[in-house]
């Protein structure tokens, strides 16, 4: 069955919404449905705007509260790259809100990706499932020698308590330890950057800024944001029984 086609006024209402949560710094829970049955539906819709996002048509936003998700690719290369250490206004299942979990906030104002892998674990009608998102080459468990990218962002925004390289990382035209409220990715500064915290930025305004090579990235996230276009092949929404490890 084909998804259905949405409606280019439709599709831009939701980007604009899209952003509009981005930007108020609040991390928000993805609510699930309660039953497995309605599943298909809403399966086809994540199928239209998988066709959008191919094209580069919508703003993305991927948020999942209590328990962080996983993201994974063979690498990543980005230019005009920024870090700050923030803690972000979390929302809660029961709808309640905490600043108490420090996270690092890491854009890219140009990003390329080599595969993307993504899993969110999740209870629905009392059985485990877990969400797989993936797109471009198979990321591998072992972080490559070299990698070659195939899905390229635009104010590309990663929210993580942990992140990490499973092989080499290089970096150029970087400060450590800049102030937070100096670090600026596409022009922005980051939000939740606070004078005198902790910041990675750029040693000068060149055209592209400071830039990050990062072999295996691996990333427990509570936030993945695409401010701008995002351009990949392959995109598949697959919900799968059980607690995947791996996709």
């Known amino acids: 069955m084909r998804a259905p086609r949405l409606r280019p006024d439709r599709l831009a209402a939701w980007n604009g919404r899209m952003l509009a949560q981005a930007a108020d ?31 580069g048509v ?29 803690t ?3 929302e809660a299942a029961d709808g309640s809100t905490s600043t108490t979990t420090a996270m690092a906030r890491v854009g890219f104002a140009s990003a390329g990706l080599a595969g993307l892998c993504g899993i969110v674990h999740q209870s629905i009608a009392g ?30 925004y990663i929210e993580a308590p942990n992140l990490s390289a499973g092989g080499a ?35 000068g305004s060149g055209p592209g800024g400071s830039t990050v090579n990062l072999s295996g990235l691996n990333a427990s996230a509570h936030t993945a944001e695409i401010a701008g276009s995002l351009t990949l092949t392959g995109l598949n929404i697959r919900v799968v029984p059980g607690t995947a490890t791996t996709c």
């Open 169 to 203: 990382t290089t970096l150029q035209n970087a400060v450590l330890g800049m102030s937070a409220d100096q670090v600026m990715v596409a022009g922005q500064s980051l939000t939740g950057a606070q004078a005198g915290g902790f910041g990675l930025g750029s040693a």
């Open 25 to 55: 710094g609040t991390v928000r829970r993805t609510r699930w449905t309660r039953s497995a049955a309605v599943l298909l539906p809403a399966a086809l819709t994540v199928g239209g705007l998988g066709s959008a996002l191919a094209h």
């Open 88 to 90: 972000p206004t979390v």
């Open 58 to 86: 919508l703003a993305a936003g991927f948020n999942v509260t209590n328990t962080p998700f996983t993201l994974t690719s063979n690498g990543v290369s980005g230019t005009g790259f920024g870090a700050i250490l923030n």
């Open 127 to 156: 059985l485990p499932y877990s969400l797989l998102l993936t797109a471009g080459q198979t990321v591998t468990a072992t972080a490559p020698a070299t990698f070659t990218t195939d899905i390229s962002a635009a104010n590309l």
